[in-house]
């Protein structure tokens, strides 16, 4: 079912700067479309953010985040009572509820993350770094986005540069096929059971 696939090139991202100047937010994707951030009233959000500044997150109640550290010389994730996220290598990623305070410290300079939210008790989702060298098949489950971050690498004959994505939707079947020389990040969101219990908090690098 190659013909239900989505191209989201880099330059269609919506960029949104952030209103304390620390940075700005590229929106790749959020479902269900025409919602938003600021209204909460999305089920799950993929997007890539410039981090310029340290300082605080904004606090997303009832959500749970992962967040992965694509350039720059790294960042630590402060959380309040809970702990410290180090991201200090490429693809470095921290997962945790967008309940706690995140207070943020940057190494040295400004980086680039890939952020993954997603609505507590309805999905889950999961990121994958995905090589590719040469050609190779990756198979389809639940809804499935790749993000390009590194060269060039075609999905069913699609090329894929650095920040563009695609998303196969929900209800696809089979195979992706993938050529090139590169790497992708590969998201899965999983939807959950109106009638399964709700993921605790968690945290993870």
């Given amino acids: ?45 993929i997007s890539m953010a410039r981090v310029e500044g340290d300082g605080p997150f904004s606090a997303l109640p009832g959500f749970d985040r992962i967040l992965t550290l694509m350039a720059g010389p790294g960042i630590t994730l402060e959380a309040a009572g809970q702990g410290r996220f180090v991201l200090d290598r490429a693809y470095a990623k921290a997962e945790f509820p967008g309940d706690w305070a995140i207070a943020a410290r940057l190494h040295g300079g400004p980086i680039d993350d890939l952020n993954v939210m997603t609505r507590r008790g309805r999905w889950l989702a999961s990121i994958d770094i ?3 060298d040469g050609q190779v098949r990756i198979e389809r489950r639940a809804v499935l986005i790749l ?20 998303l196969a939707p929900e209800g696809g079947e089979g195979w992706l096929s993938l050529a090139g020389n590169g790497i992708l990040a590969a998201v899965t969101l999983v939807r959950v059971a109106a009638d399964a219990p709700s993921r605790a908090l968690f945290t993870h690098v």
């Fill in 1 to 45: 079912m190659a013909g239900d696939l989505l191209y989201l090139p880099a330059a269609g991202h919506r960029v949104m700067p952030w209103a304390n100047g620390g940075g700005s937010t590229a929106e790749v994707a959020i479902f269900p479309p025409g919602a938003s951030v600021s209204a909460r009233d999305f089920d799950w959000r």
């Fill in 130 to 132: 995905l090589p590719v």
């Fill in 147 to 166: 993000v390009g971050l590194e060269g060039a690498v075609s999905v069913e004959g699609r090329p894929l540069g650095p920040r563009d994505a695609l």
